[in-house]
């Protein structure tokens, strides 16, 4: 649609979102998959990747609606127990059982957080939240996994994709 501007691509990604947001959405976290009572089993830091959309979205639509989901969105991904505690998003964030998701990434033959994809999308909807509007925890939480990946690099001469057990660079 902003090459284009024809308006049919902007409404399929209108309806695109709104089906992300009725299947996906779970006490304001995306989820992988919810069970039939709508518990949240598992989120991904890669399933944040869709707040760059909805900020596109706001963009092509100035409609702050998008604007605000993407917030909503973005204030909770910050607040996901494995981000508060090692600033990267886990593999395996349960948000409704968030010791549980912990024990399955030790459990993780690779470990709880893989870099590429889950983090960097993650990470690039924060900041295309950011640009458009910002906020100090938004910013924050930037700074944060950007810190974490400039330690990463110091370690190992490189960014692993897996840092806990697997130091290998592998994108």
């Given at each position: 649609?902003?090459?284009?501007?024809?308006?049919?691509?902007?409404?399929?990604c209108r309806e695109a979102l709104l089906n992300?947001?009725?299947?996906?959405?779970?006490?304001?976290?995306?989820?992988?998959?919810?069970?039939?009572?709508?518990?949240?089993?598992?989120?991904?830091?890669?399933?944040?990747g869709f707040i760059e959309v909805v900020v596109?979205?706001?963009?092509?639509?100035?409609?702050?609606?998008?604007?605000?989901?993407?917030?909503?969105w973005a204030r909770r991904v910050v607040q996901?127990?494995?981000?508060?505690?090692?600033?990267?998003?886990?593999?395996?964030?349960?948000?409704?059982?968030?010791?549980?998701?912990?024990?399955?990434?030790?459990?993780?033959?690779?470990?709880?957080?893989?870099?590429?994809?889950?983090?960097?999308?993650?990470?690039?909807?924060?900041?295309?939240?950011?640009?458009?509007?910002?906020?100090?925890?938004?910013?924050?939480?930037?700074?944060?996994?950007?810190?974490?990946?400039?330690?990463?690099?110091?370690?190992?001469?490189?960014?692993?994709?897996?840092?806990?057990?697997?130091?290998?660079?592998?994108?």
């Amino acid at each position: 649609h902003e090459q284009t501007g024809e308006p049919w691509l902007l409404e399929h990604c209108r309806e695109a979102l709104l089906n992300v947001q009725r299947e996906c959405e779970v006490s304001g976290r995306l989820v992988d998959w919810a069970g039939p009572d709508g518990r949240a089993w598992r989120a991904s830091g890669f399933n944040a990747g869709f707040i760059e959309v909805v900020v596109d979205l706001h963009r092509a639509t100035v409609e702050n609606a998008y604007l605000e989901l993407a917030q909503r969105w973005a204030r909770r991904v910050v607040q996901a127990r494995s981000f508060r505690r090692h600033g990267l998003w886990s593999r395996f964030d349960t948000p409704r059982f968030e010791a549980f998701g912990a024990v399955l990434g030790r459990l993780s033959r690779r470990g709880p957080w893989r870099v590429f994809k889950d983090n960097t999308n993650c990470v690039w909807g924060l900041l295309s939240l950011h640009r458009e509007r910002p906020e100090p925890q938004i910013g924050a939480a930037i700074a944060k996994f950007v810190g974490v990946v400039a330690q990463l690099f110091q370690q190992h001469g490189h960014v692993p994709q897996y840092p806990q057990r697997d130091n290998r660079f592998d994108l």
